[in-house]
């Protein structure tokens, strides 16, 4: 398969798979005049890939998941713990997004959204405290 196969095989944009095997997560064979040559496993490869980076797995993550999914050995406590870190890590950004929420909320309230200059919007942004009412 060439690489606009496999771009639609697996929803990942040429540039997406061409920077995959620069970093060398995907390696496809090469044909006679240079062309990439894709292989079914590849494009698994590649399905995983997508999925992990769905998952926000970074980088380095999904390198490290991908190397424990082709080690038949592998401990799936060490899957388990790669997933278990990033799922801190989401839970630590939901909870810094619902306190951004919350206080914008508030600032939105306190806002009377009229005709006067007055604005605890803009008072908070440039590192004052908005006034009640």
Known sequence: MNIGDVSTRTGLPAKTIRYYEDIGLVTPDRAGNGYRRFSPAHVHKLRFLARAR??????????DLLALWEDRARASADVRAIANQ????????????????????????????????????????????????
């Not at 769905?54 to 390198?63: A, K, T």
């Not at 306190?99 to 004052?128: Q, S």
């Open 54 to 63: 769905s998952l926000g797995f970074s980088i380095e993550e999904c390198r």
């Open 86 to 133: 990033h799922l801190d890590r989401i839970e630590a950004k939901i909870t810094e997004l619902q306190e951004m929420r919350d206080t914008l909320a508030g600032l939105v309230r306190a806002c009377h959204g009229d005709d006067r200059p007055d604005c605890p919007i803009l008072r908070d942004l440039e590192g004052g405290t908005p006034k009640a009412g």
